[in-house]
């Protein structure tokens, strides 16, 4: 056995395989450049202005998480739209120099682009997720299945920045107790996120779940009004300007208090 294989549950069908490297989202949808990879411990430590350094994987964002034939099913059959859909926003967002008010599709593939961003949240999670999830695995490997559960919710952004996020399932809780449970990827031009049994932790992402109800293989005419969202750390869900950012830590500060001795 070469030492090069990497021998492990597939993150979509669960059966122990020899895993294939998986491009997060597409190498055609413009993962195709050198990216820095940092662990948790290590991002959460930067700010939105510090320098990155960290390990370069020249293969693009990804991972070896598919099997050969789930990462053939997924490109083959979902691939190619969802590449599409991205092309087609990016020149948007040229043509609106990086401020549009919606996007016009007139031939999008809703199903084929929601079952592939389905796929990359499975990525990006370990194999537990899905084997907690069996109703996202079953999406996914049949092409024709439409629907999902309602806890299952899913959004958009455009991201235009220069640094990309990905968070396997977390859950963020406010001061009022309030908790989501979010699964995101952020990437360029679009970063998505995934809600279990939750709202949205940001009300201006932009709901796609209902590209779930289209048929497989039908192209639409769609209008959908992303917002373009800043993304400056590495927290999922957290979509604050540069100076929310230094105005919330200044007011945090000063909520420290000194024990006098």
């Known amino acids: 056995m070469s030492k090069n294989k990497i021998i492990d549950y597939c993150h979509i069908c669960l059966r122990l395989r020899e895993l294939t490297f998986e491009h997060i989202p597409p190498r055609a949808a413009f993962n195709d450049r050198r990216v820095i990879t940092l662990n948790f411990d290590s991002a959460i430590k930067l700010g939105p202005d510090e320098f990155v350094k960290g390990p370069i994987n ?13 990462n053939s099913y997924t490109g083959r059959f979902y691939g190619t739209r969802f590449v599409n859909w991205c092309y087609e926003a990016f020149y948007i967002l040229i043509k609106s120099e990086g401020k549009p008010r919606g996007i016009y599709l007139r031939r999008a593939y809703p199903l084929e682009i929601l079952k592939q961003i389905v796929s990359m949240f499975l990525s990006i999670n370990p194999p537990e997720f899905a084997r907690a999830n069996p109703e996202l695995v079953r999406f996914v490997l049949n092409k024709r ?14 991201n235009l920045g220069n640094k990309f996020r990905f968070s396997g399932i977390a859950a963020r809780c406010d001061l009022k107790g309030d908790m989501v449970v979010l699964s995101e990827i952020g990437y360029t031009p679009f970063g998505y996120v995934l809600t279990l049994n939750s709202s949205p932790p940001d009300d201006r992402l932009f709901e796609i779940t209902d590209f779930s109800r289209f048929d497989y293989d039908q192209p639409r005419e769609l209008t959908i009004y992303p917002q373009v969202l800043p993304v400056h750390l ?10 929310q950012i230094q105005e919330d830590y200044i007011r945090n500060s000063k909520k420290i208090i000194t024990p006098s001795h």
């Open 234 to 243: 590495l927290f999922p869900g957290d979509y604050r300007s540069r100076k």
């Open 58 to 70: 020249q293969r693009g964002s990804g991972g070896h998480t598919l099997c050969a034939q789930c």
């Open 145 to 158: 299945l439409k629907f999902l559960p309602t806890k299952y919710r899913f959004f958009t952004y455009y």
